[in-house]
């Protein structure tokens, strides 16, 4: 064979043996994102790691629904006000006898009703365990009607565009170029403050979103079944192969000389990312399903769909919290279909009914979902087996998040997209039983309007997202760092956490 031969040899299998890492290094083993098992918390956090550290235990539980939900629907005004509803809605309307009515503690001159397949969440906000909060949504300054109108304030770019409302939302920065989100800002402050962490302060369920991006601290991925690992056992000639060649490879990070660094450096990575992973469903172990047979089953169990099987997973980590190291955890959960143009009520057995349809049907994953996750934290806070602790009730908070509502007046068949909506506040710290924001005025061109039923929000993300992170234990001083936009408000603590 010719040197040159041997040459494109050669050549051949270094491309090829590259190809290899540099695939199984992008692949979900351990669930890790590269950059994060490169970063590695536990080494940055002991470098990091301030005096005296976290108390307790708190985390946070993002709900996106992603879409733009139609909250138009899921709160309805009842009494003298729900005529205008049903003049704006039309075929959209649901009917005042089949909502789920509610009783806040506050009396804000309304009566209202949750959506006739939320009987849970009206169930949790009765026990004081959940809130609402009306017309929320990105906003640069405090805006009126006359002032959109006008063009008298600046306003978030691309307004009513999904991927832009989206990364406002997540973001909290609408005027400014998206690098990070508020939950991983919020995780770049507080991660040294738990060094004995296993994994990453942000934990997706949901793939990779901009909320939990920060400048250290990466996501941490995880599948509704835990941490994806190597396949064991293996009977398949080609995946025997792929396992044999990723351990020769780890094997290179534990005293094998090799003379090519970056190799040596991604069988680090992979050799971390897997034992992350092995921590993790180890840890989650103690709360595998049987059942209804010991040792373990969910109480109220978790419904079999997108929301449900992430909200379940969300609390099996949450319950081993302990053996994790973990002292302050956000998660991200989102369920898509929420753009309701078309189809959104009636279904084939039931043509044009509001009570059924695409909403409704997401209305009901969402009110079983949090139902169950709810009584799931409860029932973790009060297991002995899992070293019971009643803190963890206080300890838990799940909020909702959407593109952007929808607008109030039918086009149809659906809604379009809108500005301004409503969202849900759910856990033992919230103060429950009420309502906080301001209700919109239900007047196409009224006070509220754009023009066309879309609510001008009068509360934003900041205020809202700004709540959240002071519970959670963002100091004053490190506020405007998470939300820069922050003291342009009025109203930097809503109240709604205890």
């Given amino acids: 064979m010719s040197s040159k031969s041997k040459d494109d040899d050669r050549q051949v299998l270094l491309r090829s043996r590259r190809d290899f890492i540099r695939q199984v290094a992008c692949a979900g083993v351990g669930s890790l994102a590269l950059t994060s098992s490169i970063r590695d918390m536990r080494l940055i956090n002991s470098v990091l790691a301030q005096a005296g550290g976290l108390t307790g235990y708190k985390a946070l539980v993002c709900l996106f629904l992603a879409g733009g939900n139609d909250c138009n629907n899921l709160l309805v005004p009842r009494g003298a006000e729900y ?66 109108q006008k063009k008298l304030v600046a306003m978030p770019p691309q307004l009513f565009s999904h991927s832009d409302q989206v990364t406002h939302w997540q973001t909290s920065i609408p005027d400014q170029p998206a690098k990070t ?49 190597l396949l064991k056992g293996s009977t398949t000639p080609l995946d025997t192969w792929r396992v044999n060649a990723m351990q020769n490879i780890i094997n290179q990070s534990k005293g094998i000389t090799h003379p090519n660094q970056q190799d040596r450096a991604y069988a680090e990575v992979m050799d971390r990312a897997i034992a992350t992973g092995q921590v993790l469903n180890s840890a989650i172990a103690p709360t595998v399903d049987t059942g209804g047979t010991p040792p373990w089953t969910w109480a109220t169990p978790f419904p079999n769909t997108t929301l449900g099987n992430q909200l379940k997973m969300v609390a099996r980590v949450i319950a081993a919290r302990n053996a994790l190291g973990m002292k302050r955890q956000i998660f991200f959960c989102s369920v898509g279909g929420y753009d309701t143009h078309t189809a959104q009520v009636g279904d084939n057995a039931h043509p044009g009914d509001p009570l059924y349809g695409a909403h409704a049907s997401l209305m009901n994953e969402l009110s079983e979902g949090v139902y169950a996750f709810q009584r799931g934290i409860e029932q973790v ?13 206080q300890g838990v908070t799940a909020f909702t998040a959407s593109d952007f509502g929808r607008t109030f007046p039918t086009n149809g068949q659906g809604s379009d997209h809108g500005w301004g ?21 239900l007047q196409i061109n009224g006070p509220n309007d754009t023009s066309t039923g879309r609510w001008i929000p009068t509360t934003s993300v900041d205020e809202y997202s700004a709540t959240l992170a002071k519970w959670f234990g963002v100091a004053a001083s490190d506020m405007n760092t998470v939300f820069p936009n922050l003291g342009r408000f009025a109203v930097p603590d809503l109240g709604f956490m205890a």
């Fill in 83 to 148: 005529t205008s509803y049903q003049a704006a809605r039309q075929n959209l309307a649901i009917p005042e006898l089949s909502l789920n009515p509610i009783s806040p503690i506050n009396n804000d001159g309304h009566s209202y009703g949750f959506h006739p397949n939320c009987s849970e969440l009206a169930n949790l906000f009765g026990e004081g365990k959940l809130a609402v909060l009306f017309n929320v949504g990105p906003l640069l300054y405090p805006t009126t009607r006359d002032q959109y």
């Fill in 181 to 229: 989100g508020w939950g991983g800002r919020i995780a770049d402050i507080l991660h040294s403050q738990q060094p004995g962490a296993d994994i990453s302060l942000t934990t997706s369920l949901a793939g990779a979103n901009t909320f939990e991006v920060g400048n250290s601290v990466a996501q941490y991925h995880v599948s509704t079944s835990g941490a994806v690992t």
């Fill in 381 to 393: 806070a009060g297991s002995a087996a899992l070293g019971a602790d009643p803190s963890l009730v």
């Fill in 421 to 441: 909506g409503h969202h849900l506040m759910i856990g033992g710290a919230v103060q429950g039983r009420r309502t906080y924001g301001t209700f919109p005025v």
